[in-house]
């Protein structure tokens, strides 16, 4: 992992993001809670899973060291993995970017040094961890291109065409 990747990867979350957004906004109220059978059962939950997730691992990320993104204090504590971030469309809309962005300047002030550095922190059951940084950022953005494509298919199953999510634009 280096800081290139970790910088494309940033770039391309955040142009992902806002295309799959532009779908998740023409939703109705009744599409963005509709229950599928997946773990994330709507629209809706798993906008919030990601959501809650990135805002945590932001905040974890910051245990590396003190990171001049983290010193706005969007991220005083953890939220709780069953948290309820975004309640609406609208909420969640407003809040996405604001999380983007915040992993873009990660990415333009991580290292190649932090990169290769271990992250301590503990994990949504107070469990300490110890992790390759780098491969955590690998993680957190392969973590939200797997439930970006959950949503993909959701929207599918809503009779919603999108195609969103492809990285070649960006290399």
Request: glycine share 6%; net charge neutral.
């Amino acid at each position: 992992m280096n800081t290139k990747c970790v910088q494309l990867l940033a770039r391309y979350n955040q142009r992902t993001n806002e295309d799959m957004n532009r779908f998740v906004a023409q939703l109705s109220a009744d599409q963005w809670r509709r229950q599928f059978d997946g773990y994330y059962r709507s629209v809706h939950s798993l906008c919030n899973h990601l959501f809650v997730s990135d805002f945590n691992w932001l905040r974890r990320c910051g245990n590396l060291r003190a990171f001049n993104y983290l010193k706005d204090g969007s991220f005083p504590a953890e939220l709780p993995l069953t948290a309820t971030a975004c309640e609406s469309q609208a909420d969640y809309l407003g809040k996405r970017g604001h999380l983007d962005a915040k992993f873009l300047e990660l990415a333009s002030e991580a290292s190649q040094e932090d990169l290769d550095k271990t992250l301590a922190y503990k994990t949504s059951k107070g469990v300490p961890q110890e992790r390759w940084f780098g491969g955590v950022l690998l993680y957190v953005f392969n973590h939200q291109t797997h439930h970006r494509g959950m949503i993909s298919i959701y929207l599918e199953s809503l009779g919603i065409a999108n195609d969103y999510s492809s990285l070649l634009g960006l290399v």
